[in-house]
């Protein structure tokens, strides 16, 4: 089974999730951004749950790094809207004491 992912980050990184899970009758490489994992089974029943395992281990490594990647950008998006917040002006009004200069004299002279 060989599934192509965007980047050779990602494909490594859904590798690695799925190997724990492997049995002695998988092998699974990494090429570029490409993973390609070798079933081989003596019958046919074990080659089909070999095969589903896999697939669901594969669709479950998928969500949750796409889960990560849509957590990362919706945060990236908040910081961007927090600083452009900054810049703006302040909801807030200045109360008169805190605006108003304190002046002081000096009759000690």
Known sequence: M???YATPTRAGRVAR????D???????QVESATVTT?????TTGG???TVDDYVV???VAEGVFD????AAD???VDVVDDAADADTESDIAPTEDSTAAETTTDETT
């Open 2 to 4: 060989t599934t192509a």
């Open 17 to 20: 999730a799925v190997a724990p």
């Open 22 to 28: 492997n049995t002695a009758s998988m092998t699974t």
């Open 38 to 42: 070798e079933i081989d089974r003596d």
């Open 47 to 49: 080659l089909q749950s």
């Open 57 to 59: 281990n594969l669709s």
């Open 67 to 70: 889960a990560i990647d849509t």
């Open 74 to 76: 919706a945060a990236a």
